[in-house]
């Protein structure tokens, strides 16, 4: 069944799509790498965190191998998030057939808008394969052989939908860039005999905020299960009142949020200060425990929805972000499995035990979310 055009959105749902889920770094990097090997007309790469180390070194190899071939690639990474991408490897990104963009310089001058970030994850090959999800390139999000790498996401896109992403892309490069790119025609994308139906949806400013709105949509409507992965639960209010009712009408509502294992243990205190108001509700909530889970994934019902998106106030002011959607019955199974296996891994929050926690632990709850509101409110005197 066709879907209409929803004016609220950028781009429609699409069918005959397929998408594969691939979790932690030691599945998506080399999957990745061997697809870039095969590149024949162009890899596109936009990217929040790039960091030196043996991650993106690895990369960088795959990609001066694939531009040697004749491979153009086109490379935006946010300037803040590539800070710590060092002058060797810029050097070696000078090669023909590879342009790097740097998104939003950093400058003085520049005061409030440098917090503002491009915090999208996106890969594509070609037009036959793409990626988005949560990992960056940096060494963090490594697994063989180190216990506390990130647990993270990323999820495969092919058929009609791949299109919309690189619509997307070439969009904000020509903002960033002096020359503007076209890089697929109407018949280079072919659908799939998966018929999978997805839609991309994206966030740039507090008034295009297409993924937390689909997201408090599917939430209103939803009828049996509610889970949600994210790494900083410092929610607008509004998600939080949709997520507390949808519990209280008997809605299966899970939280998979990380413990103190975190690249800002803070964060973590600061959420905590919800624990109370969600387990009175009927939210169950569950903390993370082997290493950081920087997992961003929501399943509602039979709907998914995977990308770069934090789902937090501050990305919701200075971010850019983008997910991709889809309503699959047996991609929805798949991603249960996820949440089930995630959840079998961590510890739940219990209301009565909670209530018995420490001074302490509330006084740095309490102080953590001051530092939000604190944060919160410079915003908005930015802004306003």
Not at 17 to 45: C, M, R, T, W
Not at 320 to 325: G, I, P, R, T, V
Request: glycine content about 4%; overall charge positive; some cysteine.
């Amino acid at each position: 069944m066709p879907y209409k055009r929803d004016k609220k959105y950028i781009y429609s749902w699409r069918n005959n799509n397929a998408f594969n889920l691939f979790v932690d770094g030691e599945q998506y990097f080399p999957h990745i790498f061997s697809l870039i090997d095969k590149a024949q007309d162009f890899i596109i790469i936009e990217q929040y965190l790039v960091e030196s180390g043996e991650i993106t070194t690895q990369l960088i190899d795959h990609l001066v191998h694939a531009a040697q071939r004749g491979v153009a690639i086109f490379l935006l990474f946010d300037d803040y998030g590539s800070l710590e991408l060092n002058k060797d490897d810029r050097r070696r990104l000078e090669e023909e057939n590879i342009q790097l963009v740097f998104y939003n310089p950093i400058r003085v001058r520049h005061w409030y808008n440098n917090l503002r970030r491009n915090h999208r994850k996106i890969i594509c090959i070609d037009a036959n394969v793409g990626f988005t999800g949560g990992a960056g390139f940096t060494d963090e999000f490594m697994t063989r052989n180190r216990p506390l790498g990130w647990h993270d996401v990323m999820l495969q896109i092919s058929g009609p939908v791949l299109e919309d992403w690189l619509t997307s892309f070439a969009t904000i490069w020509s903002q960033q860039s002096t020359s503007s790119i076209k890089l697929i025609n109407d018949t280079q994308i072919k659908n799939t005999d998966k018929n999978m139906r997805g839609r991309l949806v994206t966030a740039h400013t507090p008034r295009h905020q297409e993924i937390s709105r689909s997201l408090i949509r599917q939430i209103k409507q939803s009828e049996n299960i509610l889970w949600l992965a994210t790494p900083y639960f410092i929610t607008p209010r509004k998600l939080r009142r949709e997520i507390k009712r949808a519990a209280r009408r008997s809605v299966d509502v899970r939280l998979l949020l990380p413990d103190t294992h975190s690249d800002h243990p803070w964060v973590t205190h600061a959420y905590r200060n919800y624990y109370n108001k969600l387990l009175k509700s009927g939210v169950r909530v569950f903390e993370y425990q082997p290493r950081f889970s920087h997992a961003k994934v929501i399943l509602c019902d039979q709907w998914v929805s995977i990308g770069s998106s934090n789902l937090d106030r501050w990305n919701r002011r200075w971010s850019m972000d983008a997910n991709q959607e889809i309503e699959n019955d047996a991609f929805s199974r798949e991603i249960k499995q996820f949440f089930e296996n995630d959840f079998s891994q961590s510890t739940e929050i219990i209301l009565a035990v909670w209530k018995k926690r420490g001074w302490l632990q509330r006084l740095k709850e309490k102080f953590c979310q001051k530092i939000v509101f604190l944060l919160d409110m410079l915003g908005n005197s930015y802004l306003e």
